[in-house]
């Protein structure tokens, strides 16, 4: 099937991004800044003015920096896994990048509602459920396709990833988070190194780098230049404080590289979080559908994940070898006091209904 492109016939495209909020505006007007050669991107969601805005705004960017990027859209219902499966069907990506949840980080990030503050006391990741379900569905469509198709997803990419690999579901790896630990990092090293760095870390760093630096708590993450250890990584950084919604203006644009060099574009290095379902970020390889660790020396994959596993506690989520999704202690006080079910936690085969009990609480609270 073909799409339709502004009056021409767009072939199959090379990456289908679905959600139209703005992280996928950061990779959309980045993809079509710089594209180093011909990337066909499908823009795919239910608000037919924003994809239509976007997507003419992705083509004018083409245009203005002079690459070979090409923008459309196409109505996508994430209602099921067998209507992702028609979008996919449709559009016959290489890659497919799951950008729409059902929890939006910035609307629990401000204590202005009691669902807002209930996630502050729990961690971000009892919300874990909201965004493991539109990725699930799209995971499930992906391997009902039977097709080699690189799965990507951005919604708490460190807990959710870990939970298609559980259900045994396609996951090649997240984007975001750790890339902006790694990019900031990078920019403080002089040009000539930065393909030597190497950074761990987990999502619950964002929560600390939120913070004024001297009010960080918990172990930094590690970085490592020319396979030496940085010592003092935390004191490096502590000028830095992410701002509110606007650190997708790195997030983002760190998914770019690897979503390109995913789609065929060359190999690089980078740093993703989630990948083939590990908690945390990793420094990676990335090339034609395929993500691999690339690690520092003398550092294996079991010390990485370990290392990653120790920030769960404090994220408030982890996911266990039996397929169980479990709360930290604190995130199973919180919630018990609405829901001791809901505080037990869930297996992974059961997104569908946890998704809909924690929405039930979310509307009790006005969140």
Same mark, same amino acid.
């Given at each position: 099937?073909?799409?339709?492109?502004?009056?021409?016939?767009?072939?199959?495209?090379?990456?289908?991004?679905?959600?139209?909020?703005?992280?996928?505006?950061?990779?959309?007007?980045?993809?079509?800044?710089?594209?180093?050669?011909?990337?066909?991107?499908?823009?795919?969601?239910?608000?037919?003015?924003?994809?239509?805005?976007?997507?003419?705004?992705?083509?004018?960017?083409?245009?203005?920096?002079?690459?070979?990027?090409?923008?459309?859209?196409?109505?996508?219902?994430?209602?099921?896994?067998?209507?992702?499966?028609?979008?996919?069907?449709?559009?016959?990506?290489?890659?497919?990048?799951?950008?729409?949840?059902?929890?939006?980080?910035?609307?629990?990030?401000?204590?202005?509602?009691?669902?807002?503050?209930?996630?502050?006391?729990?961690?971000?990741?009892?919300?874990?459920?909201?965004?493991?379900?539109?990725?699930?569905?799209?995971?499930?469509?992906?391997?009902?396709?039977?097709?080699?198709?690189?799965?990507?997803?951005?919604?708490?990419?460190?807990?959710?990833?870990?939970?298609?690999?559980?259900?045994?579901?396609?996951?090649?790896?997240?984007?975001?988070?750790?890339?902006?630990?790694?990019?900031?990092?990078?920019?403080?090293?002089?040009?000539?190194?930065?393909?030597?760095?190497?950074?761990?870390?987990?999502?619950?760093?964002?929560?600390?780098?939120?913070? &004024?630096?001297?009010?960080?708590? %918990?172990? /930094? #993450? @590690?970085?490592?230049? $020319?396979?030496?250890?940085?010592?003092?990584? =935390? *004191?490096?950084?502590?000028?830095?404080?992410?701002?509110?919604?606007?650190?997708?203006?790195?997030?983002?644009?760190?998914?770019?590289?690897?979503?390109?060099?995913?789609?065929?574009?060359?190999?690089?290095?980078?740093?993703?979080?989630? &990948?083939?379902?590990?908690?945390? %970020?990793? /420094? #990676? @390889?990335?090339?034609? $559908?395929?993500?691999?660790?690339?690690?520092? =020396? *003398?550092?294996?994959?079991?010390?990485?994940?370990?290392?990653?596993?120790?920030?769960?506690?404090?994220?408030?989520?982890?996911?266990?070898?039996?397929?169980?999704?479990?709360?930290?202690?604190?995130?199973?006080?919180?919630?018990?006091?609405?829901?001791?079910?809901?505080?037990?936690?869930?297996?992974?085969?059961?997104?569908?209904?946890?998704?809909?009990?924690?929405?039930?609480?979310?509307?009790?609270?006005?969140?």
């Amino acid at each position: 099937m073909t799409l339709e492109h502004e009056g021409q016939t767009m072939a199959n495209s090379d990456i289908l991004i679905i959600g139209t909020g703005y992280f996928a505006e950061i990779m959309i007007g980045d993809l079509a800044a710089t594209a180093r050669g011909p990337v066909r991107v499908t823009i795919g969601g239910r608000n037919r003015e924003r994809m239509t805005w976007l997507a003419q705004a992705g083509n004018a960017r083409a245009a203005i920096f002079g690459t070979t990027a090409t923008f459309d859209t196409l109505a996508v219902d994430q209602s099921s896994a067998e209507t992702v499966g028609e979008a996919i069907a449709a559009a016959a990506p290489r890659v497919l990048v799951q950008s729409a949840s059902l929890q939006s980080p910035w609307k629990v990030d401000r204590l202005d509602s009691a669902w807002s503050k209930l996630v502050a006391e729990a961690g971000f990741g009892m919300t874990i459920a909201f965004h493991a379900l539109l990725p699930s569905r799209s995971a499930r469509a992906v391997k009902a396709s039977g097709a080699d198709i690189a799965f990507v997803n951005t919604c708490y990419p460190d807990g959710v990833n870990q939970v298609l690999a559980a259900s045994g579901l396609p996951i090649t790896c997240g984007v975001g988070n750790i890339g902006i630990f790694s990019s900031i990092i990078e920019a403080l090293v002089p040009p000539e190194r930065r393909a030597s760095v190497r950074v761990l870390g987990h999502h619950q760093h964002l929560v600390q780098w939120r913070k &004024p630096g001297t009010e960080r708590t %918990g172990a /930094p #993450v @590690r970085s490592w230049i $020319g396979g030496e250890e940085v010592e003092d990584v =935390d *004191g490096w950084t502590r000028h830095v404080q992410l701002p509110y919604r606007d650190l997708n203006a790195i997030s983002g644009a760190a998914a770019v590289p690897v979503l390109l060099a995913l789609a065929g574009h060359g190999e690089i290095r980078a740093h993703v979080p989630g &990948p083939a379902g590990l908690p945390g %970020g990793y /420094p #990676v @390889r990335v090339d034609r $559908g395929r993500v691999a660790l690339d690690l520092p =020396d *003398g550092m294996t994959e079991a010390e990485a994940v370990a290392w990653n596993r120790g920030f769960e506690a404090a994220d408030g989520v982890s996911v266990s070898g039996d397929g169980r999704v479990v709360y930290s202690e604190a995130a199973q006080h919180a919630l018990s006091a609405y829901s001791p079910d809901l505080a037990a936690g869930f297996h992974v085969s059961e997104v569908e209904a946890a998704a809909a009990a924690l929405g039930e609480l979310r509307a009790r609270l006005g969140g």
